[in-house]
């Protein structure tokens, strides 16, 4: 129905072109080239023209009905296509989460060998190599998926592939990327600074951590500045190991400033003092620091000195200062009952002692010391039975620390946690 009607209204229109061809007569001279020339009727060509624009429309409109069908084909292919391989994506993942490794790698090469550069994919074959334990290998998938993804989470797991692999220098330039890109990324400053730390680098550790510690407010920040002092600290080490005690002075110094309870760099600070012959300026640091915390660590150095310079009474006033402001901690009272015995004062140094074993009566430092007692006082059988208890105690007989960050126990105080690595945190 619809040819018939266009060949009919086609019929018509011829019609009417030659009704109005017979109305207007007059020609026009139409000249196409040199010797190229006709004369056609002014109708002719009015209606020629239209019937050309005509033309020109209607191919325009199919070549971009087409286009756009042909643009319509591929989008739809490329969502089957990708539909697809998210698909299988999932199925890989799925498995890999299920702990059928083999099934994963399966998925995930398979899916490599269809789009060679699914950056996911290459992520999720690098934990595969690295739970297998080829960091190289891990390090080429995490490569691979860098060079079609540039997010700070794929740079930053690049740069972790680089550290596992023994390769930190790239690590840390990858940071520093990170960084140039986004200034304020905090775990791209974390892990500049944990890295940094990791290798002894102070120097690259301090602006992190100072640029860190601007961002950071709330719960985090104690932390972060007990961080930020333990790098000024351990900087100070480095440059007192290098025999520049003034900078090693200076280093000490700013962290204290940061954390002015920082134990590490208030016995490093007298040490250094002590070592540069000025006894007097770190005892000074010492007893200014015995201010705000009676540390063992602390009272040990004032003692020494207090010994090294004949006064007993101040060795064992500086003991039943420290006693009376912290009565619960039995490591002060221990300190008070050794200086009690080293000083012949043995009534004193028993009663301290019993007093403390009534709390803590597996010590095997309390029964070392009662042992030491009776002996001096010729109760020879009670002086073996003490021994015996103590040598019984698989424990050391130095007071025990714990990490009050992590929870490990230390034999003693250390400036750093072995276990969390964290400094000032050792407590008895």
Request: a neutral charge; one cysteine or more.
């Amino acid at each position: 129905m619809p040819i018939r009607l266009g060949l009919v209204l086609l019929l018509l229109f011829g019609v009417l072109v030659a009704y109005w061809t017979s109305l207007n007569t007059p020609r026009v001279h139409l000249t196409l080239g040199p010797e190229w020339g006709y004369d056609v009727p002014l109708m002719a060509l009015v209606l020629g023209a239209f019937l050309l624009g005509a033309a020109l429309a209607i191919i325009l409109g199919v070549v971009r009905d087409l286009s756009r069908a042909y643009r319509d084909h591929e989008t739809a292919r490329d969502a089957r296509r990708d539909a697809t391989l998210s698909e299988r994506y999932h199925e890989g993942l799925d498995a890999q989460l299920a702990g059928r490794w083999v099934e994963a790698q399966a998925a995930y090469e398979e899916l490599l060998r269809r789009e060679p550069g699914y950056a996911e994919v290459h992520a999720r074959l690098a934990e595969l190599a690295r739970r297998r334990g080829d960091e190289q290998g891990a390090l080429a998938h995490q490569l691979q998926a860098l060079r079609a993804d540039e997010r700070p989470e794929t740079l930053l797991a690049a740069a972790e592939a680089y550290r596992r692999a023994g390769r930190p220098d790239d690590a840390l330039e990858i940071h520093r990327d990170v960084l140039a890109r986004d200034p304020d990324h905090l775990t791209a400053l974390r892990a500049l600074r944990d890295l940094s730390v990791e290798l002894g680098r102070w120097a690259d550790a301090l602006p992190a951590q100072e640029r860190l510690l601007r961002h950071v407010a709330g719960e985090e920040r104690p932390e972060e500045q007990t961080r930020l002092a333990g790098i000024h600290y351990e900087q100070g080490q480095s440059r007192l190991a290098e025999g520049d005690v003034p900078a090693a002075v200076v280093a000490f110094r700013e962290a204290l400033r940061v954390q002015p309870d920082f134990l590490p760099a208030l016995l490093a600070l007298g040490d250094a003092h002590l070592g540069a012959g000025d006894s007097a300026q770190a005892l000074r640091v010492w007893e200014r620091g015995l201010e705000r915390q009676p540390a063992l660590p602390l009272l040990a150095r004032v003692e020494q000195r207090y010994r090294a310079d004949g006064r007993p009474t101040k060795m064992i006033a500086l003991y039943q200062q420290a006693a009376a402001r912290v009565p619960d901690n039995l490591a002060v009272a221990l300190g008070l009952a050794r200086v009690y015995f080293e000083l012949s004062m043995l009534d004193e140094a028993a009663d301290q002692l019993q007093k403390i074993e009534v709390r803590a009566p597996d010590l095997p430092a309390i029964h070392a010391y009662l042992g030491a007692v009776f002996e001096r006082r010729g109760q020879v059988p009670e002086a073996f039975e003490e021994y015996r208890r103590a040598l019984r105690s698989t424990a050391s007989f130095e007071w025990p620390h714990r990490c009050g960050a992590c929870g490990t126990t230390s034999v003693r105080w250390v400036d750093r946690c072995p276990s969390c690595r964290r400094w000032n945190t050792l407590r008895p």
